[in-house]
């Protein structure tokens, strides 16, 4: 159980050094925790990063099956042209009237243009390939390097989240050790006022009659009251439980 009340009057310096060791070693059990609950976030950052990676990749790689069908697409549109064009000479052949004739020549011109542009095309295709296929290549050696480094930041991330883990398990047992050691009615004060801080600082200073929690004067009444050292008292600005800093305000 707690440690018995001190009485007033006594020298409180003992129960400040444990209430400032609680607060710090609080403090920093808050910190990990906070890095702790990163760990996910973090972890997650460096998938999705890759996911990314991997996503342009594959939109790389659609596009040239794209190409591809397309390409296949094409050459059976050229050959079925030229089959048609072959047509048409072997039918021009054969023709009676310049008229006939004449259709016939304005067939295998329009059927030519056709196949031009056909052949542009694939032309066009087949540089947008060769493109694609430089890109995908970078591409696919940028992910793998980027997925050996997200790998090694993963590990790293763990084992150091690992060790925060280890670290926090000794500051909870040391934190409930302390807590035992303060006094039932000091502790209860401790922890209202640290409920509404946001910072988790309930324990302040004071040096120069500043408190340092709040930055703002002490009345000079309280400033020489807390230089005795004989009771626990709360700053009247921002209620943190204050002491006097006497090795700050000596060198001042």
């Known amino acids: 159980m707690n440690a018995k009340n001190p009485s007033r009057g006594s020298d409180i310096r003992p129960l400040v050094a444990k209430l400032v060791l609680l607060q710090e070693t609080e403090l920093e059990i808050r910190r990990l925790s906070h890095e702790l609950g990163g760990v996910d976030r973090r972890l997650a950052e460096l998938e999705a990063g890759l996911r990314e990676e991997q996503k342009a990749l594959d939109i790389v790689r659609e596009r040239l099956q794209e190409i591809g069908a397309r390409n296949r697409s094409l050459e059976s549109d050229l050959k079925d042209i030229q089959a048609r064009i072959e ?125 340092r929690g709040c930055n703002v004067n002490i009345p000079p009444q309280m400033y020489n009251e807390l230089q005795r050292m004989d009771r626990l008292q709360n700053c009247p600005n921002c209620e943190r439980i204050i002491f006097w800093k006497e090795e700050e305000d000596r060198s001042e």
């Open 87 to 211: 047509r048409s000479q072997e039918k021009l052949r054969s023709v009676k009237t310049n008229k006939e004739y004449q259709s016939g020549l304005k067939e295998i011109e329009d059927l030519k243009a056709m196949a031009a542009r056909v052949e542009d095309e694939m032309l066009a295709l087949l540089e947008e390939s060769e493109a694609a296929q430089r890109d995908g290549k970078e591409r696919e050696a940028a992910l793998k390097t980027r997925a050996a480094e997200v790998e090694a930041e993963k590990t790293t991330v763990l084992a150091e989240a690992q060790g925060w883990r280890n670290r926090l398990a000794d500051l909870e047992r040391r934190s409930r050790e302390l807590s035992v050691e303060v006094p039932e009615t000091v502790l209860a004060r401790y922890r209202r006022v640290q409920a509404v801080k946001k910072d988790g600082v309930a324990v302040a200073p004071v040096s120069g009659a500043v408190c």
